[in-house]
């Protein structure tokens, strides 16, 4: 079963840069699509956030990151990261990496089979 593992989270300043990490292990490796969410506690629905193709490394953005947050992946190492700069209060969230089998992107959460434990991001005025 493969298994997603995050890190990188920390208690940042409005303007600063924070980068996520999420390594793939286990077996069979098994990812069309992979994706980040955020979700803030006690609000029950998890945000999409940015995504990526695995196979042509095409890129999907929410509005509300777009031009401040990079998704990438590392094939070698089977990981997905998020560049976040110029982080704002409206960011603070539990940070989540998803990925699904198929390449077809999605942006809402039950079309993902495989979840992180999340890691948490706080922005700070």
């Not at 077996?27 to 196979?55: C, D, L, Y």
């Not at 490394?57 to 990261?81: E, Q």
């Amino acid at each position: 079963q493969m298994q997603l593992d995050e890190s990188g989270g920390g208690a940042v300043h409005t303007g600063d840069s924070l980068r996520l990490s999420c390594a793939a292990s286990g077996r069979p490796f098994n990812i069309g699509t992979a994706a980040w969410f955020r979700q803030v506690p006690g609000k029950g629905r998890r945000e999409f956030v940015a995504a990526i193709r695995w196979s042509d490394t095409n890129t999907f953005y929410s509005d509300s990151v777009k031009g401040r947050f990079t998704i990438s992946k590392d094939s070698a190492a089977n990981t997905v990261l998020l560049q976040m700069n110029s982080l704002k209060p409206d960011d603070t969230a539990v940070y989540y990496c998803a990925a699904r089998p198929q390449s077809v992107v999605h942006y809402i959460p039950s079309s993902y089979n495989y979840w992180g434990q999340g890691t948490q991001v706080t922005v700070s005025s």
